[in-house]
């Protein structure tokens, strides 16, 4: 511990230094400074907690089998995952060199910049996966100790995924920039390049969140529909067949899908405000707000790194008491960003304090999200536990409620973002100066993504622990072990949800100001061609229509692929129970691989179609409707899958915590009639808050970022064929 401390407050010290600088021209090239720093920093300690990490004991040899075999299946699914991935990737970046490749403004460098966006992404949350499986067992191991060491494992595993994520963003925008402004770019020039980079970092989110949530949510469904409701067996007993590939998905899903989820929302935020900035500021103030989203989310990593060791509990804790411990660290960081940003903004890049105001809301937003996704889906509180009484009277009324709180839980988020956006517009001077405004929006996204280092922890904590407590159910070990990772996975549950409502929250920040930058592109080229944005224009009115209903069909692609892959499991789970003789007594080993096969080949063929479905239609809409529908459309796919998503992650996550809630006791406990009917509750959250929800926030990011690309060319190609 004593390494750690002393390299995170010289990390800490990095910045001060700097702030002794007077003028704002001097502090602005010292801003590129402190983002890279910030973002070594987050890297190196990401390495020395993974070494800390390793060196600890996995368990006995049980445990490091079991450990192993969610290794193995893990690491396959993604190579055979990636291997597709490449597919898209070769023929999006030949595309890209067609089309820009020529281009005398640095075109030719698009294709690379979408290259890297697309494996930094895809390395960002395989490393988090690497981890997570290395971590499982470790967990378990630390939880025969105690609780809290149980804890500090498990969120130091989800720490490493977070600056992971992070320092790698914050690394590749400050060299993309670094090598762009030494070339002498244009700010044009190095608008585009960055946001084909973001293009390349959302295609394999999408990719990496739809099929980890297609491959994880199969797995789960079949072994619950089996294993829990028809066979009465414990959760993650090893004489379940899809036990192995349940605890693969949790980490091919939940880490790796999230980690590339998280990445592009991080670096799309970043790259949108720098071209905000180019819109909004001119001369030496346009320097100062290019270089302010580095260098907020610089100091923001600092502030997440001190916020990590705050994070820690006590013996016999309860979930509020968990659920504190937690909260607190993201405060501390919070607490810290507030700081650094009156520094940095108001202060030394002389932006004032409106722009610190904007920074304010979207971080105040960014907690009020957090904590009200909490509030709806922790069974600490009435709205889940109501959840829970509702299954006394069979599944009909527990899928009624769960929906029911799902819907009634967008209130508060919508409205959070609403408020936010209204402050950061308007204390931005966005009443006098429209860009201004927008600037000011960015930097509401990039402050509620400015402590993503330490939110993402508690997020990748929750698979963890989740498989700390199959590990430990599996090896048998003591019963207070597994008390206390049903603690910690029960935790981790809401902390997943409170990192999905963050996701969205974000999501719906970045997608604006993606629509923002699309709009400062757009507008001189529909000026100069007497086009104008008209709400009852019949192509506008179109687009807005094929906006709003294309999360609802993205959500059904991916709703029927889990059902589609379920099925599948379901019937081998069947088939083992029935043809291998000795499972049910525990004399018979399972076929666990072929579980696992089912449930890579279900998520690698049906990840396909929405991928698709999210690149190729703005470029239709564009091609046929033209620029105004493709905004309107954008538009309405954001208003609609912001609702959308927040309505089907609450109710999965209400849905799961209301099940935990009767397997602890309550309602008549395990095996009574009230759980069969949770279980049921939570076999149709499953694919709500870990496949559709969290995939519909990338799937509006990835829709914005396409039409920045393409956009311009689009719009001239619709003036030729249907104008000229």
């Not at 949530?213 to 009465?232: M, P, S």
């Not at 090896?475 to 029960?490: G, H, I, N």
């Not at 996550?653 to 008549?668: F, M, P, S, V």
């Given at each position: 511990m004593k390494k750690i401390t002393q390299f995170t407050v010289l990390t800490g010290l990095l910045s001060f230094p700097v702030f002794a600088q007077g003028s704002s021209a001097g502090f602005v090239s010292e801003s590129i400074i402190i983002s890279f720093a910030g973002a070594i920093a987050a890297i190196a300690f990401a390495v020395i907690l993974a070494v800390k990490l390793l060196k600890r004991e996995e368990g006995n040899e049980t445990m490091i089998n079991i450990a192993s075999a969610i290794r193995e299946g893990a690491d396959a699914f993604l190579n055979k995952?990636?291997?597709?991935?490449?597919?898209?990737?070769?023929?999006?970046?030949?595309?890209?060199?067609?089309?820009?490749?020529?281009?005398?403004?640095?075109?030719?460098?698009?294709?690379?910049?979408?290259?890297?966006?697309?494996?930094?992404?895809?390395?960002?949350?395989?490393?988090?996966?690497?981890?997570?499986?290395?971590?499982?067992?470790?967990?378990?191991?630390?939880?025969?100790?105690?609780?809290?060491g149980g804890l500090r494992v498990a969120f130091s595993s989800g720490t490493i995924m977070g600056m992971t994520v992070v320092g790698l963003g914050l690394l590749m925008v400050c060299l993309w920039y670094i090598i762009l402004s030494s070339l002498g770019a244009d700010w044009t020039a190095i608008g585009n390049i960055l946001f084909t980079f973001g293009m390349g970092a959302s295609s394999v989110a999408l990719f990496a969140r739809v099929g980890g949530?297609?491959?994880?949510?199969?797995?789960?469904?079949?072994?619950?529909?089996?294993?829990?409701?028809?066979?009465?067996?414990?959760?993650d007993d090893p004489r379940n067949p899809a036990t192995i590939a349940d605890n693969v998905g949790d980490n091919v899903g939940d880490v790796a899908g999230m980690g590339a989820d998280l990445f592009e929302s991080y670096v799309g935020s970043i790259v949108a405000t720098i071209a905000l900035a180019a819109a909004a500021f001119q001369g030496e103030k346009l320097l100062s707000a290019a270089i302010a989203p580095l260098g907020?989310?610089?100091?923001?990593?600092?502030?997440?790194?001190?916020?990590?060791?705050?994070?820690?509990?006590?013996?016999?804790?309860?979930?509020?008491?968990?659920?504190?411990?937690?909260?607190?660290?993201?405060?501390v960081a919070s607490a810290l960003v507030i700081v650094f940003a009156y520094l940095l903004i108001a202060k030394f890049l002389n932006l004032g304090t409106g722009v610190f105001w904007s920074v304010i809301a979207g971080l105040a937003a960014g907690n009020v999200i957090g904590y009200f996704t909490e509030y709806y889906t922790s069974d600490t509180y009435k709205p889940t536990q109501e959840v829970s009484k509702s299954a006394e009277t069979g599944p009909a009324t527990v899928?009624?409620?769960?929906?029911a709180l799902g819907m009634k839980s967008t209130l508060i988020p919508v409205m959070t973002v609403v408020v936010a956006i209204v402050v950061a517009f308007f204390s931005s001077n966005g009443a006098e100066n429209s860009a201004m405004g927008l600037f000011g929006i960015g930097m509401a996204a990039v402050g509620m993504l400015s402590t993503l280092g330490i939110t993402l922890s508690t997020d990748a904590y929750g698979p963890v622990a989740d498989n700390a407590g199959g590990v430990?159910?599996?090896?048998?070990?003591?019963?207070?072990?597994?008390?206390?990772?049903?603690?910690?996975?029960?935790?981790?549950?809401t902390t997943a949800a409170t990192g999905k409502g963050f996701a969205i929250g974000s999501a719906a920040l970045t997608a604006l100001t993606l629509l923002a930058a699309l709009s400062s592109i757009l507008e001189p080229i529909m000026?100069?061609?007497?086009?104008?944005?008209?709400?009852?224009?019949?192509?506008?009115?179109?687009?807005?229509?094929?906006?709003?209903?294309?999360?609802?069909?993205?959500?059904?692609l991916t709703m029927q692929a889990v059902g589609k892959a379920a099925m599948a499991m379901v019937q081998e789970v069947r088939r083992q129970f029935k043809e291998i003789k000795g499972i049910m007594e525990g004399k018979t080993k399972p076929d666990y691989q072929r579980c696992v096969a089912i449930s890579t080949d279900g998520a690698l063929k049906e990840m396909v179609m929405p991928t698709i479905l999210a690149v190729v239609t703005p470029v239709i809409v564009g091609l046929l409707l033209g620029p105004a529908a493709l905004m309107a459309m954008l538009s309405g796919t954001l208003v609609s899958g912001f609702c959308l998503a927040i309505m089907m992650a609450n109710a999965g996550?209400?849905?799961?915590?209301?099940?935990?809630?009767?397997?602890?006791?309550?309602?008549?406990g395990k095996k009574s009639e009230a759980h069969k009917a949770a279980?049921?509750?939570?076999?149709?959250?499953?694919?709500?808050?870990?496949?559709?929800?969290?995939?519909?926030?990338?799937?509006?990011?990835?829709?914005?970022?396409v039409a920045l690309v393409f956009g311009s060319f689009l719009t001239q190609t619709y003036i030729k064929i249907f104008i000229k």
């Open positions: 995952q990636y291997r597709a991935i490449a597919i898209f990737v070769a023929i999006i970046f030949a595309l890209l060199f067609v089309l820009y490749g020529a281009d005398g403004n640095y075109g030719i460098l698009a294709p690379f910049s979408f290259l890297t966006g697309s494996i930094v992404s895809a390395l960002s949350g395989y490393i988090g996966m690497k981890i997570a499986t290395r971590a499982n067992a470790r967990t378990a191991w630390a939880a025969k100790e105690s609780l809290n949530g297609i491959y994880t949510k199969a797995a789960d469904v079949g072994a619950d529909l089996v294993g829990k409701v028809e066979a009465g067996i414990p959760e907020l989310a610089g100091m923001g990593i600092v502030a997440s790194i001190l916020g990590t060791f705050f994070v820690r509990t006590k013996e016999k804790a309860t979930q509020e008491n968990l659920l504190w411990s937690l909260r607190t660290g993201i405060y899928i009624i409620s769960g929906l430990a159910e599996m090896s048998k070990l003591k019963p207070e072990v597994r008390e206390r990772t049903d603690a910690l996975d029960s935790l981790g549950n000026k100069e061609n007497n086009l104008v944005f008209l709400l009852t224009d019949p192509r506008t009115l179109s687009g807005l229509f094929i906006g709003g209903m294309i999360p609802f069909f993205f959500s059904a996550g209400a849905w799961d915590n209301a099940k935990k809630y009767i397997e602890r006791g309550h309602l008549g279980v049921t509750g939570d076999t149709v959250g499953d694919p709500f808050k870990d496949t559709s929800g969290p995939s519909i926030n990338i799937l509006i990011k990835l829709m914005s970022m």
